[in-house]
């Protein structure tokens, strides 16, 4: 099993930055397909990033491609994410969630559904 701990969201101003992390405990994060979601109240759920670090997978969704990055910690057991050229509608709670290998290689993957694992959230806020 993994425990995932998200840190790091906070407000900021659109073209602004940050880095969220995602502090794993028990299970290294390399055995696991683990992704970033997002949500705003009354919106479902967006997966947004995925990695299979141990099949160096990774995947991005069209809205954060180019401006979000997943940096690897391995020692460290923690993944961050990079997110540059933040915009208003990056405004949401972010979580981490770890689940099956298997589900870094679905096409349904940023629906969620498999993730087993996930931490309680981190507030990203970007004003205008």
């Known amino acids: 099993q993994v425990q995932l701990t998200e840190s790091g969201g906070k407000s900021v101003q659109t073209g602004g930055s940050l880095r969220l992390s995602c502090a794993a405990s028990g299970d290294k994060y390399e055995t696991y397909c683990v992704a970033w979601f997002r949500q705003t109240p009354g919106n479902e759920r967006e997966g947004i990033a995925a990695?299979?670090?141990?099949?160096?997978?990774?995947i991005y969704v069209d809205s954060v491609k180019g401006r979000f990055t997943m940096i690897q910690d391995s020692p460290g057991n923690t993944l961050h994410l990079e997110m540059n050229v933040l915009k208003p509608e990056d405004t949401a709670m972010y979580y981490c969630?770890?689940?099956?290998?298997?589900?870094?290689?679905?096409?349904?993957?940023?629906?969620?559904?498999?993730?087993?694992?996930w931490g309680r959230g981190t507030q990203v806020t970007v004003s205008s």
């Open positions: 990695i299979h670090a141990g099949g160096s997978r990774v």
């Open positions: 969630a770890a689940g099956p290998i298997v589900n870094c290689y679905s096409g349904s993957w940023s629906e969620g559904r498999g993730f087993e694992f």
